[in-house]
């Protein structure tokens, strides 16, 4: 197996663990906690999840980093916005300043004061979270297939 393979593989990996994760947070664990206004049931699938879910992003940033360079040698040229690839680099650097925005939030200003009122707040989040992580994939599509 090539180096571009086993960096690619580890890639989608840390995707579908990530997005998987979120997923299964957003669909099925949020709405139960929201329903019940409990956010003991977030925090314990959170404390599991994080384990698996924060060694998996580090891992999709590196080799993210280490795809968009391959692709596109000079890291100036992945803000350009005059190629499908810089367009979809560009995006999914958003998304991760996105994504990390709202940890930094939810880390520092809701989980501290979170109950039962402050839910919904941390369910924007996690909703936030969530959306950015299946377009993260879709702009890792975009990349894979050469545009839309």
Do not use: C, N
Not at 9 to 36: C, D, E, K, Q, S
Not at 99 to 114: E, H, K, N, Q
């Amino acid at each position: 197996m090539s180096l571009f393979t086993t960096i690619l593989f580890l890639h989608v990996l840390g995707a579908t663990v990530w997005t998987g994760g979120h997923l299964v947070l957003a669909l099925t664990v949020l709405p139960r906690a929201l329903r019940a206004r409990d956010p003991e049931i977030l925090l314990a699938f959170e404390s599991r999840y994080e384990r698996l879910g924060m060694p998996a992003l580090v891992v999709q940033v590196v080799t993210g980093l280490w795809l968009a360079y391959r692709w596109l040698p000079d890291p100036s040229a992945w803000l350009a916005l005059d190629t499908t690839l810089s367009v979809a680099i560009t995006a999914k650097l958003a998304l991760l300043l996105v994504t990390l925005a709202l940890a930094v939030s939810a880390r520092w200003r809701v989980l501290p004061r979170l109950d039962a009122e402050t839910l919904p707040l941390l369910a924007l989040h996690v909703v936030g979270v969530t959306v950015a992580s299946v377009l993260f994939v879709f702009a890792g599509v975009v990349i894979r297939a050469g545009g839309l």
